[in-house]
Structures are given as structure tokens and as C-alpha cells.
């Protein structure tokens, strides 16, 4: 698959800046969005974001705090509806994974995205937390970023459970603010990988974790 099938199709590149502004008001009606450490996300080169979840809006909500197009692996359900929100998703060239297991052809589609050097967003939990705790992490991440040496930043999202809570669609006017917290880019070490492991886990819990 050529470079060009996987990059994000001209009409979104072209649209993105009327997206983004659509986006930043929108959630300033919903309520305000804060962002921290937005310099610390590389604009160029393969890079995997990790990030908690918890509502249906946190993907646009990192979508709009982050300085560069995202693709997003989205839960299936999505691609099932067949409305609109099923036509956008596939626009912006989200992927498919199953929530709640591990999806080898989503992880695979990630892989491959990354070594093209794009920006690969997922959310480790695989699924929303409901009482806003951070749960489980499965390690597909720490294996993608492995595999092909990209730098990894976290963004710790907090807020869009209010607005849009876990298991509602309606939006809850302002019950903002929405806030994003990058971390400072890392890479995976070399050595022992059941310790790096390990020691990668423990960094993403941190960064993740409701404060």
C-alpha cells in the first residue's frame, strides 16, 4: 500500500483548518477546551498517541488539541451504523478494531500506518471507563511503538465525560471545561522487553490516570 492510500485523502488536508475552527466552537458552546504541552508533539515523523477514554468526544477533542492530522482506530460499532458519523470516520481514514480484545488486523493497519510515518491515535483502555478511573491497559501500544521505533506522547483527557458521558450520545451544554495534557514525546528503550514492558506500562498509567 503506497504512502499516498494511507496519508489522509486532499479533501480532508484542505478542510482540516474549516474543521478545526467548526470543532474549537462547538466546544466552546459545549464548554472551553484547555490544552497543556501541545509543544511537545512532534509535527513530523511516525508517532503513536496514547490516550484514556472516556466519552465518545474524546477523539475530537484530541483531534483539536493536537497540531497535526491524527489517525484514529475507532471502535467498530462505528463503521456499522452506516450514517453520517460511519461516512466521517471513514473520510478521515479511522480504522476499525474490536473493542474489549485484541484486534490483529487493526493492529496491523496501525503498524503499517506508523512505519509510513503517520500519526497513529488509540486508546489503550479498549473500551470507556465509566466511573472515570483509568482501567487496564492492553499492550498493543508498547508493541506498535516497539516494532517501529515511533516516538510516543500520551494525552491525558479529561471533561468529556460531562459533556458527553459514557453510553449518551446528547451532548450536555456546558458542562465544560474539556482539558488535554500532553506528555513530553518517549521512545522505547532497548534491553530486556518483559522489563521494558513493564516500566512502559507504569509511565502510561502515570500519564494517564485521572489527577
Known sequence: MSKESLDHPLSVRLAFPFIRAALKA?????????TTGRKHVPREGS???IANHLSYLDPPAVQLASPRLIHFMAG?????????????????????????????????????????????C???EGNLSEDGQLMPLQPGWFMLA?????????????????????GIEKFQKGKGPVTVQWSEPITI??????????????WAIEQLSPR
Open 26 to 34: 462547538f466546544l466552546l458552546f459545549l464548554g472551553p477546551l484547555r
Open 47 to 49: 508517532l503513536l498517541i
Open 76 to 120: 467498530i460499532e462505528l463503521f456499522e451504523r452506516g450514517d453520517r458519523i460511519t461516512q466521517f470516520v471513514r473520510w478521515w481514514r479511522a480504522f476499525p478494531v474490536k473493542r474489549g480484545a485484541s484486534d490483529r488486523r487493526a493492529l496491523a493497519h496501525a503498524l503499517m500506518l506508523l512505519k509510513a510515518g503517520e500519526c497513529v
Open 122 to 124: 488509540l486508546f489503550p
Open 146 to 166: 516497539r516494532k517501529t521505533g515511533a516516538r510516543v506522547v500520551a494525552a491525558r483527557v479529561d471533561g468529556t465525560q460531562y459533556v458527553v458521558p459514557p
Open 189 to 202: 528503550p532497548e534491553g530486556d522487553e518483559q522489563e521494558i514492558a513493564q516500566a512502559m506500562e507504569a
